[in-house]
């Protein structure tokens, strides 16, 4: 499959055209420039024809961050085999564009100049003044406006071999309504109260609320259907406060830097994911934007929140960051109820092991274990994402999680459980009535989920469900997974 990379200096519209050809609102788009700072990749279909697209950063120079974000997107330019270089057709041509250009034409691959935003014919006058670097494959377009882009629709089209035609039931589903939508217009539609759900915009000050039945850990009461056609397909989320080495995983656990890395705290914006194949497994990981207290949020930041919440629904499981090195906080409490909000499979990776303080490190593994009850099924990985230490370690305990996860448990072995459990604690009575579990059986996988067939399922309290779920625990392997109980008349679906 050919690769296309979208080029240029910021804010010329790069993700933009990149929604456009992808039919699909995908990648964030704003006024500020910079929004872009990985390279999002992503499989588009021009008319019948298949390629990969490359969103890069702007070729910007500056400070550390966009210094990293213009070698990763020159790095894109480099290995594509079609490049669009983009430009503002409302500005003057600029010397370091030129200067690119030039460089990026030697390389001997398709290169077109595209300039972007001329709106109407009086801009389309300007396009006169990009002639002078000498290009043959010049398209003045407007990516917002959807003026003359079909040329140049045509021009990238007879670029791609006529080996990457697609049959028709593989295209992508047409764009929806809701997709023809601008980022501003689409996050529009979210009310104040939506903004303010509980996911993503905590004050510290709101400790206290954060396990009562209105938080975040009650909100999300969907579990997540099974398909069977994922079964070798792991979707992994790594979520974390800023600044604790989520970009910095993603590139050890690929073994390349896929991620753009900087001491800048919101440095990852839009969602960046990235399948291997590891034992026969495709595994998907996505590194999401880090997460902060709500008077921290700004501009952009909440589109990629909101963005973060879309692929946590999507996920199977999730490596929770955590930075060993300096003391928690209780953000990292509230991120870490997501994974029980969505269900997922969990690993806590303790980062930046090799610079915490070796004295400590006991405890600091047990006051993860008391702050983090809730997700006590949960194993514990100590690691450093910088120096590679034991990362390679964490490829092989997803694996084994998500055979945990998927896991289906005989009928008869699951009741020969609850029988031993019923004999050791009976089930109190309520109201003097007697309360009966006849028998269990699982239902469904991913995660697994057990039904508890009774006569009065009301009557089953939460401290026996918790009995249970113990019970269940050890008698067979279900670390890193959430166990589900639904308790259920007979006959009841």
């Given amino acids: 499959m050919k690769k296309i990379a979208i080029v240029g200096r910021p804010n010329v519209g790069k993700s933009s055209l990149f929604n456009r050809l992808v039919k699909k609102r995908d990648a964030i788009t704003s006024d500020m420039a910079g929004t872009t700072r990985d390279v999002k990749r992503k499989t588009a279909i021009i008319k019948d024809k298949q390629a990969l697209l490359l969103d890069t950063g702007g070729l910007d120079k500056g400070c550390e ?22 430009v503002d057709g409302k500005s003057i041509p600029d010397d370091e564009d030129k200067k690119l250009f030039y460089e990026l034409q030697q390389m001997g691959k398709d290169v077109a100049l595209v300039v972007n935003k001329i709106d109407n014919d009086k801009l389309k006058e300007n396009l006169w003044e990009f002639y002078e670097f000498g290009c043959e494959d010049i398209f ?117 830097e896929r991620s753009v890395v900087s001491s800048v705290a919101g440095t990852t914006i839009d969602p960046i994911d990235e399948t291997i194949t590891y034992k026969d497994k495709q595994l998907t990981f996505v590194d999401t934007a880090g997460l902060r207290k709500r008077g921290k949020i700004v501009g952009i930041e909440r589109y990629a929140l909101l963005r973060t ?32 909000a969505n269900r997922l499979a969990c690993i806590i990776v303790l980062n930046k092991w090799d610079i915490a303080d070796k004295q400590q490190h ?7 274990r008391e702050r983090f009850k809730f997700l006590a099924y949960a194993p514990i990985i ?8 034991r990362v390679d370690k964490l490829h092989d305990m997803i694996i084994s999680i998500n055979e ?46 057990i039904a508890l067939i009774m006569n009065k399922p ?19 392997d279900f670390e890193g997974t959430p166990l589900l109980f639904k308790a259920k008349k007979r006959g009841e679906r």
């Fill in 309 to 340: 919440k879309e692929m946590l629904e999507n996920a199977n499981m999730a490596l929770v960051v955590l930075d060993a090195s300096e003391p928690f906080r209780d953000l990292d409490e509230k991120i870490a109820g997501l994974v029980d």
């Fill in 404 to 449: 945990n996860y998927s896991q289906r448990i005989p009928t008869s072995r699951l009741n020969e459980v609850l029988q031993l459990a019923l004999r050791r604690h009976t089930l109190p009575s309520v109201s003097g009535q007697i309360i009966r579990i006849y028998y269990a059986t699982q239902y469904e996988t991913r995660p697994p989920k």
């Fill in 140 to 256: 003045g377009i407007s990516v917002s406006h959807n003026r003359n882009t079909v040329t140049l629709i045509d021009w990238i089209y007879e670029k791609i071999p006529d080996e990457d035609i697609i049959q028709e039931d593989e295209e992508q589903e047409q764009i929806t309504d809701e997709e023809k939508l601008s980022d501003e217009e689409f996050f529009a539609q979210y009310s104040d109260e939506d903004e303010e759900d509980g996911y993503y915009y905590w004050d510290e000050d709101d400790e206290d609320e954060a396990f009562e039945d209105d938080s975040i850990f009650a909100q999300n009461d969907k579990i997540k259907e099974y398909d069977p056609e994922d079964d070798n397909h792991i979707k992994i989320a790594i979520i974390g406060r800023t600044n604790v080495g989520k970009s910095s995983l993603l590139n050890a656990l690929l073994h390349e």
């Fill in 362 to 368: 006991d405890a600091i593994i047990k006051e993860v």
């Fill in 458 to 476: 009301k009557g089953l309290h939460f401290t026996y469900r918790r009995y249970l779920a113990n019970k269940f625990r050890e008698a067979f």
């Fill in 382 to 389: 100590t690691l450093s994402a910088a120096s590679g230490q």
């Fill in 65 to 86: 961050l966009f210094d990293k974000i213009k070698q990763m997107s020159l790095k894109a330019a480099y290995a594509a085999d079609i490049i669009l270089y983009m």
